[in-house]
């Protein structure tokens, strides 16, 4: 049986730093339906981002062959490397970093680990930062599930003709495949933070839908055409292809009249394919 996370907060004895996003989960249902959207087995390595308290730890713990977290808080780190050890079966399996996830050496951290999945709960501040720092090498993992602030997971997650569709949606999911898990009232945290919060998974096995070498650009596409949202895709592209920019939509077979969050990623995919056949031409 887990130690209900609110014993494990209470046994934590610290005040919640804010200038460190701590905002702990207090919702049973919400730490299993991370846990379990993140398909953990024995031969499963997590990296936890930001354990706090380990009342999300606990449930990777229950599921995963070994967690490795990675923890700024000393505070987080001494408790997880003492007092938890008592309350939390399968604590022996944890390996506590104390450091920074956006430097920390994530080679050394994980060294020899495969079958590798990452979760979070991230502090709202620098979830992206620390996201798009993982991105960077989208081979190393398997699947990651990570909760930021609602307004967040709905840009990452959403689909074309949408008001939260845009520039961070189309990089992302050039790399992964996203999907919404649940979405998280400010009522399951200690202390409530002031906005609601949204779970994505992040499924990165198999081919990326952009091909690597085409990613940069398709990321200089994306930022060219969402440069202005209320003008047409033809307009904001414009910006990097001047006179010739017709000729691109009409060889990538796009419809330069429409804006830019009409478009589907395919049509970005295609007009990035046209830059790099000019380029190698
Ligand atoms: N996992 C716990 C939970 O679900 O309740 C705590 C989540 S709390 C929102 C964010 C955690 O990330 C805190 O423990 C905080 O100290 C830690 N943190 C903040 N910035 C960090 C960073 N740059 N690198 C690693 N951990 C960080």
């Known amino acids: 049986m887990p130690t209900p996370p609110r014993e494990l907060i209470a046994a934590f004895r610290h005040r ?10 207090t919702d049973a249902g919400v730490l299993q ?11 499963t390595t997590v990296l936890e981002v930001g354990p706090g308290p380990g009342v999300l730890t606990q449930e990777l713990l229950a599921r995963a062959g070994a967690v ?38 994530l080679d050394a951290a994980l060294a020899g680990a495969s079958d590798l999945v990452a979760v979070g709960n991230l502090p709202f501040n620098v979830g992206t930062a620390i996201m798009n720092r993982l991105l960077a090498q989208p081979d190393r993992w398997r699947r990651w599930v990570f909760m930021f602030q609602r307004e967040v997971a709905r840009r990452l997650t ?32 200690v202390p409530a933070p002031q906005i609601h919060a949204g779970v994505v998974l992040f499924d990165l096995e198999g081919p990326p839908s952009v091909p690597l070498a085409l990613q940069p650009s398709f990321d200089r596409v994306v930022r060219s055409a969402f440069a202005t ?19 691109v939509l009409d060889t990538a077979g796009v419809d330069g009249r429409k804006r830019p969050e009409q478009l589907p990623l395919a049509a970005f995919a295609a007009l990035a394919q046209v830059v790099e056949d000019r380029n190698t031409d």
């Open 229 to 247: 949202r209320r003008k047409t895709l033809r307009n904001n592209l414009k910006r990097i292809f001047g006179d010739e920019t017709d000729a």
């Open 68 to 105: 490795v977290a990675v923890e700024k808080d000393p505070r987080s780190v001494a408790f997880l490397g003492g007092a938890y050890l008592d309350l939390v079966a399968g604590a022996a399996n944890l390996r506590v970093i104390e450091g920074d996830a956006l430097t920390v050496d």
């Open 33 to 43: 339906a991370i846990a379990e959207a993140a398909r953990l087995g024995p031969e």
């Open 158 to 189: 959403a689909e074309p003709d949408s008001k939260a569709y845009g520039s961070l949606s189309l990089a992302v999911q050039s790399r992964a495949r996203v999907q919404p898990v649940v979405d998280v009232p400010p009522e399951a945290f």
């Open 16 to 25: 919640a730093r804010k200038s460190l996003g701590q905002n702990f989960l």
